[in-house]
C-alpha cells in the first residue's frame, strides 16, 4: 500500500511539473517572438513596407498568431507595438491554451495594443 501511494505521489508531480516546464517553454517563446516580431515590425516600417504586414511575415515565420499591431509617429520617429499569441502544448482544463506577449520597438514607447 505503501509503495502504491508513493509510486502515484511520484506521478502526480512529475505530471505537475511537466505542466509547469511547458507553460514556462511557452512563455518564453511568447515574449522572445513577440521582441522579433516587434523588431520586424520596425525594420519593414524603416524600409517602407508597412510594419504591420512585416511584423505578420514575422509572426508567421515563427509559428505565433499576431493579433494585435499597431504604428505611432511619423516616418522618421515611429514606434511598432505589437501583440502575439503562442498555443500552450498539453493545457489542462480550465487553464490557458494560450499565453500572449507583447512588445514594442522603434523610436518612442506606445501603448500596448489592445
Do not use: W
Not at 33 to 46: E, F, P, R, T
Amino acid at each position: 500500500m505503501l509503495v502504491a501511494t508513493v509510486v502515484c505521489l511520484s506521478l502526480l508531480l512529475g505530471v505537475g511539473v511537466a505542466l509547469v516546464v511547458g507553460y514556462s517553454a511557452a512563455a518564453q517563446k511568447a515574449n522572445a517572438a513577440a521582441d522579433l516580431v516587434a523588431l520586424s515590425g520596425a525594420s519593414a516600417q524603416a524600409t517602407g513596407e508597412g510594419a504591420c504586414r512585416g511584423a505578420a511575415r514575422a509572426a508567421q515565420a515563427n509559428a505565433v498568431r499576431l493579433s494585435g499591431c499597431r504604428v505611432v509617429g511619423d516616418l522618421l520617429e515611429f514606434a511598432v507595438a505589437v501583440e502575439v499569441e503562442v498555443s500552450v502544448p498539453h493545457a489542462l482544463p480550465g487553464l490557458p491554451d494560450h499565453l500572449v506577449a507583447r512588445a514594442t520597438a522603434g523610436r518612442t514607447a506606445p501603448d500596448p495594443p489592445g
